[in-house]
């Protein structure tokens, strides 16, 4: 499915709707790019906004460091994660999307990005939320060799290819 970021938008409380109007009837939300708050006002207009035009939604993590050194620094990673999934449940949308930093080593990181899926998994299940990992354009978490291994082991861990990335590490030259 093609669809538009948040991201794209103008800032302001008529963001989603100013991307409706365009005719996207698929938004990727990723509250970094919009004024958006999580509280029970923003998710009753977003679920009225999204039913209005007709629209799916999903959500883009703002997450940009999880599994953090700092272990403050790492809840505080972790428990954003589980926000947005919450909130991707009260409106409707079925889709959290992620990424894994770059510091993490697949190979190295091993024990601790399993302890790290089984927990966010979980946690996803019981909202009926699917994650998704998401590539990255250059180095660690850009090529299917950093994927593969845990979308076999984790059955519900699906992979989602960001196009604009992936142009940009084919011609980093990766």
């Not at 923003?42 to 039913?51: D, E, G, Q, R, S």
């Not at 940009?64 to 909130?87: A, Y």
């Not at 770059?102 to 024990?111: A, F, G, I, S, V």
Request: include cysteine; hydrophobic fraction near 40%; charged fraction near 30%.
């Amino acid at each position: 499915m093609i669809g538009i970021s948040s991201k794209n938008c103008q800032v302001g409380d008529l963001w989603l709707e100013s991307l409706l109007k365009e005719k996207f009837k698929f938004i990727e939300i990723n509250h970094r790019w919009t004024s958006m708050a999580y509280n029970d006002k923003n998710i009753k207009n977003i679920k009225k906004t999204l039913k209005k035009y007709s629209a799916i939604a999903t959500i883009h993590s703002g997450t940009s460091d999880l599994l953090h050194k700092n272990r403050i620094i790492d809840q505080q990673q972790r428990l954003l994660l589980k926000t947005e999934i919450i909130f991707a449940a009260k409106i409707k949308a079925k889709i959290v999307s992620f990424h894994l930093p770059k510091h993490l080593d697949h190979k190295k990181d091993k024990n601790k990005i399993n302890n790290f899926f089984k927990e966010i998994l979980a946690f996803a299940k019981k909202y009926k939320i699917q994650l998704l990992i998401e590539n990255d354009s250059n180095g660690p978490w850009s090529t299917a060799e950093d994927f593969l291994p845990y979308l076999k082991k984790y059955k519900s861990l699906k992979f989602l290819i960001d196009i604009g990335h992936l142009n940009r590490s084919t011609k980093a030259g990766i």
